[in-house]
């Protein structure tokens, strides 16, 4: 899960450095769009597969109130 977490930040950082190119012309405007919504897929992936994760994750321990804290913080984290 952890993995995908950080790989989910580092699609937000590429998102934003497509802004840079689109607002310094370095890349021409069509080519930022396809690429914005090739990451936008590639995010509903991830959330997605985390989601899976999450929820294995609490069938497997369901009732143990330590694990109940980290589902909550897995929510925070999921969610944003």
């Known amino acids: 899960m952890r993995f995908f977490l950080i790989s989910r930040g580092s699609l937000e950082e590429l998102v934003d450095d497509l802004n840079v190119c689109l607002n310094e012309s370095y890349l021409p405007g069509k080519e930022v769009t396809e690429l914005k919504e090739q990451a936008r897929g590639v995010l509903i992936l991830i959330n997605g597969y985390l989601h899976h994760l999450r ?8 009732g143990d109130e330590a694990d109940s804290e980290l589902m909550v913080a897995l929510d925070d984290l999921l969610f944003l």
């Open 55 to 62: 929820s294995r994750c609490a069938t497997v321990r369901e």
